[in-house]
């Protein structure tokens, strides 16, 4: 089992940046596909990013690419959510997840089996 914890949401302007981290419990990090979600008040949980165990296979979404970077050490134990050009639809809650199938970088929220609990994120306009 492994344990999520988020930081480095807050504030921004639109057009800001902010590096979102997800430092994960354990020693099996590295077996993990690890990705981001995000959840806007009255909306579904949607993808944002993920990276494949070892970090050498990434998948984004469309509203994010080239905007937003997931990257991870696997070393600390962390996965990393770099986030420039941010505008205001991507106020969120993110969170960050876990998928056992370390081979994967799903989008798919369903493939992911932990979860932490979150950080706020708005973008003023």
């Known amino acids: 089992q492994v344990q999520l914890v988020e930081s480095g949401g807050g504030l921004v302007q639109a057009g800001g940046s902010l590096r979102l981290s997800c430092a994960a419990s354990g020693r099996t990090f590295s077996m993990y596909a690890m990705g981001w979600f995000r959840q806007a008040p009255g909306k579904e949980r949607e993808f944002v990013a993920a990276i494949s165990r070892g970090g050498f296979n990434t998948n984004y979404a469309d509203s994010v690419k080239g905007r937003f970077t997931i990257s991870r050490d696997n070393a600390k134990n962390t996965v990393i959510l770099q986030m420039h050009s941010l505008k205001p639809e991507d106020t969120a809650v993110y969170f960050c997840?876990?998928?056992?199938?370390?081979?994967?970088?799903?989008?798919?929220?369903?493939?992911?089996?932990?979860w932490g609990q979150g950080t706020q994120v708005t973008v003023s306009s």
């Open positions: 997840a876990a998928d056992r199938a370390g081979g994967s970088y799903s989008s798919r929220p369903y493939d992911y089996d932990y």
